[in-house]
């Protein structure tokens, strides 16, 4: 017989008692859960919010050892020895070679032994510690040209280069009083051939932001000299592929004494510099060959040689419709046409370089240089700015790019483009909540956007002392970096799937949003988190956005990589909302001084 739950029936007035507790207790309960969500972690990690059920899913066991040492500069697919493999014609040996699935590290790239978190921007665009890029070779070799010095346990950057021993800011000076860059028309810039940077860092006071690169060479740590200094670059070099940024990208292009052959190859090297300048954009050259009759002694070249080698560079400037507007001193300063109306006409009777034919000039990774030019929007007048004049910075930022305006990017609309400025604007506001050090200026200077789309994310930090490198991802439906262009930012396409041509711990604060999800089945989900780990600074942020299934997962990865991580609700509250949000950060570690040589081995 089944056991009576009461011995006697309960009286009414005792029912009403008891449902009147439960709701009671019901109503406690929920309210409790309400302030829970509300004090949503404003100290720099929490435990989950238990408002949020994270589903486990059996994953085979993961352990990421430390690698060793030796591997602590590991740039993947700018490895040295890997590259002896590859031609050397045109230096395509320098050129971005990863390696194939089966050479993937499985493993923690190490920080230097006693590594120490970089000085906080303004004061490290002039120092950083000597321990976390530990190379002397270019205090030595450049010693005269001011580039940098050694000074006990930090390195100082004066702001020298081999053609502005005086300093970045007197020759930014100089190349001011040639053409305007204090009025805004100027805002996006690249360096080839950067050195330590020092260009783009004295340019950042001015408003310009510069894309700095350089390849891996004999000149050791010079993009991670420029990154330890809070500035943006990259691994890079003009030699059989596109550059990776689209058309009409940048306000101005600069070259000092980059050593780059300018008027070989039929030119090409000077034609992708004019792919990624605007209609109306600058070319400037200082060093090699110009002014040349001052400085032949000294450059150790012969007249006839230097004198050749302007004329071949002038001619090929001039096939490009190129407008020379100024040689003074060791400058010398080029500008594209506005439209390419006349340049048209011209064609008709020189043909060479020709124009190209159908191709999509946005289209840079892994595409190979073409020796032909790129067209321009078309134009009814000379005097028309092709594809519309652009606003002044900071006006830019927010303004309706052009690309939007002239229906360039399918689906994007003028109303997409202030619902997503509005949506990260609000988007900002929350990640203050849940990681309280991006209220803190200084604590972060380099971010990076794995999914940037049309850079709100960059536009709504505009304010902050940081930078962004803005990526699209080469799988995704819609090219949109050119609009991040338009807007007055920086940024890059790469294949998530690879590594990126970057140093280990060049970022310190990495965003991620709907990136796993991208690459689902494309690749390995712990490839992408180690590749994430590995230029990631100790004691760098995380977020990623994801639906809570792939959190769980990225979480479980994200524990072996000794990250601290919590999962958080979206910005709008709701514990029903599949979108959640991580919020992780990479633990302080570095390798010990006796590490061993083998790789996986241990480490702090």
Known sequence: MAPKLFSKPISPRR???VIALLLFL????YLLGLRHQASTPTALLRTTPQNITVPTTPTKPLFFPACGVEYSEYTPCEDTQRSLKFDRDRLIYRERHCPEKEEV?????????GYRNPFSWPVSRDLAW???????????EKAVQNWIRYEGETFRFPGGGTMFPNGADAYIDNIGKLISLKDGSIRTAIDTGCGVGSWGAYLLSRGILTMSFA?????????????ERGVPALIGILASKRLPYPSSAFDMAHCSRCLIPWPQYDGIYL?????????????????????????????????EDLNSEQVSIEKVAKSLCWTKIVEEGDLAIWQKPINHLNCKANRKINKNPPFCNAQDPDKAWYTDMEACLTHLPEVSSSEEIAGGKLPKWPERLNAIPQRISRGNVKGVTEQTFIHDSQLWNKRLSYYRTINNRLSQPGRYRNFLDMNAFLGGFAAALVHDPVWVMNVVPVDVKLNTLGVVYDRGLIGTYQDWCEAMSTYPRTYDFIHADSVFS???????????????????????SVIVRENVEMLAKIKTIADKLNWSSEIVNHEDG??????????AVKNYWTAPPEISDQRGSTAT
């Open 15 to 17: 029912r009403i008692y």
């Open 26 to 29: 019901c109503i406690f309960s």
């Open 105 to 113: 590290l499985k493993c923690r790239i190490p920080p230097p032994p």
């Open 130 to 140: 000597y321990v976390n890029v530990p190379h002397k070779d270019l205090t030595v």
């Open 215 to 227: 390849p891996r060479d004999t000149h050791e740590a010079q993009v991670q000299f420029a990154l």
């Open 271 to 303: 034609i992708e510099v004019d792919r990624v300048l605007r209609p109306g954009g600058y070319w400037i050259l200082s060093g090699p060959p110009i002014n040349w009759k001052k400085h032949w002694k000294g450059w150790e070249r012969t007249k």
């Open 518 to 540: 991208l690459y689902e089945n494309r690749c390995e989900m712990e490839d992408i988190l180690l590749e994430m780990d590995r230029i990631l600074r100790p004691e760098g």
């Open 574 to 583: 709701s514990s029903h909302q599949n979108e959640k949000i991580l919020f």
